[in-house]
């Protein structure tokens, strides 16, 4: 026991040194803005003077009395919520047929994954073009099924235009779940699939039976990194939306203070508090679902 203490002891030693150079450059790289992000937010900076006065929490008071950014939190949440809920119930089918196996699986595998290697803005720009209301290749599609009269401005109309943020995005990021699901149920013992098939049971009760609570933790876990991701989301929303106040998420929100109103304290405090809350929901979601990111824990 002794031995293996101080074994323990060393390993851990060694993981520090070795930690030490990346924590010191991301330290560099991304704690000294964050801290300069929070400092904008207490004083009047904007674009043309950045070297305003301290004028304590009023950024923060004006922000949140101003309905247009708690409907930019709303949209956040709202696009968060329902684009990763899909993402993880697609990607998990996904992954469970292609953990199959069948002739060509990794050819299929690495088909998959084209959405999510091509550039969101490239996705973006892309599916703007096919939601177009005049020349897009969807209107056109389901003119010709019927299941619409009209051509539809996806991206015009804001009841529309967050249904169009999620579904791009459904798109892209459904192949980033499957594979990290598809790397879960490949931990799995094949042992326990044929203990199921030897007692009698079905695909659907081995599956939340067995596999669903198996893969619990690194499901927990991809589902935290996606919605971390997604609650900042900022490049589907600033090409489909063209920035309109109806479908603003907070990213687009804080971005339109600085560089369209020139708000540097203002757009700073928006930055913070959606730091802020996101680092809320995810204390939340680890505490309430019992998420732990330590693997030995």
């Given at each position: 026991?002794?031995?293996?203490?101080?074994?323990?002891?060393?390993?851990?030693r060694?993981?520090?040194?070795?930690?030490?150079?990346?924590?010191?450059?991301?330290?560099?790289?991304?704690?000294?803005?964050?801290?300069?992000?929070?400092?904008?937010?207490?004083?009047?900076?904007?674009?043309?003077?950045?070297?305003?006065?301290?004028?304590?929490?009023?950024?923060?008071?004006?922000?949140?009395?101003?309905?247009?950014?708690?409907?930019?939190?709303?949209?956040?949440?709202?696009?968060?919520?329902?684009?990763?809920?899909?993402?993880?119930?697609?990607?998990?089918?996904?992954?469970?047929?292609?953990?199959?196996?069948f002739?060509?699986?990794?050819?299929?595998?690495?088909?998959?994954?084209?959405?999510?290697?091509?550039?969101?803005?490239?996705?973006?720009?892309?599916?703007?073009?096919?939601?177009?209301?005049?020349?897009?290749?969807?209107?056109?599609?389901?003119?010709?099924?019927?299941?619409?009269?009209?051509?539809?401005?996806?991206?015009?109309?804001?009841?529309?235009?967050?249904?169009?943020?999620?579904?791009?995005?459904?798109?892209?990021?459904?192949?980033?779940?499957?594979?990290?699901?598809?790397?879960?149920?490949?931990?799995?013992?094949?042992?326990?699939?044929?203990?199921?098939?030897l007692?009698?049971?079905?695909?659907?009760?081995?599956?939340?039976?067995?596999?669903?609570?198996?893969?619990r933790?690194?499901?927990?876990?991809?589902?935290?990194?996606?919605?971390?991701?997604?609650?900042?989301?900022?490049?589907?929303?600033?090409?489909?939306t063209?920035?309109?106040?109806?479908?603003m998420?907070?990213?687009?929100?804080?971005?339109?203070?600085?560089?369209?109103?020139?708000?540097?304290?203002?757009?700073?405090?928006?930055?913070?508090?959606?730091?802020?809350?996101?680092?809320?929901?995810?204390?939340?979601y680890l505490?309430?679902?019992?998420?732990?990111?330590?693997?030995?824990?």
């Amino acid at each position: 026991m002794v031995g293996q203490s101080a074994l323990s002891r060393q390993r851990r030693r060694s993981a520090w040194i070795f930690l030490i150079p990346a924590l010191t450059v991301m330290g560099a790289t991304a704690g000294w803005p964050l801290l300069r992000t929070f400092g904008f937010a207490f004083t009047d900076a904007s674009i043309d003077q950045p070297d305003a006065g301290f004028i304590g929490l009023d950024n923060f008071r004006s922000l949140v009395e101003d309905p247009d950014w708690w409907r930019a939190v709303w949209n956040t949440f709202r696009y968060a919520l329902v684009s990763v809920g899909l993402e993880t119930v697609l990607g998990m089918i996904i992954a469970l047929a292609l953990n199959a196996h069948f002739r060509g699986r990794g050819l299929l595998r690495a088909a998959v994954l084209v959405p999510w290697a091509i550039p969101t803005i490239v996705s973006a720009r892309l599916w703007a073009w096919m939601l177009h209301d005049v020349y897009g290749v969807i209107n056109d599609l389901l003119l010709r099924v019927h299941l619409i009269s009209e051509p539809l401005a996806w991206t015009a109309e804001p009841g529309l235009s967050l249904l169009a943020v999620i579904l791009v995005d459904v798109w892209k990021t459904t192949p980033f779940m499957t594979l990290l699901l598809l790397a879960a149920l490949q931990l799995v013992p094949t042992e326990v699939y044929e203990a199921a098939r030897l007692d009698g049971a079905g695909p659907v009760r081995t599956f939340f039976s067995l596999t669903l609570p198996i893969i619990r933790g690194p499901l927990m876990v991809a589902i935290i990194f996606r919605m971390l991701d997604a609650l900042r989301a900022f490049d589907l929303f600033y090409v489909l939306t063209n920035n309109s106040a109806d479908v603003m998420s907070m990213a687009v929100y804080a971005r339109q203070r600085m560089a369209e109103f020139g708000e540097l304290g203002y757009s700073s405090a928006a930055a913070s508090l959606l730091f802020l809350l996101i680092a809320l929901f995810t204390a939340a979601y680890l505490a309430l679902g019992r998420v732990s990111l330590d693997p030995e824990a």
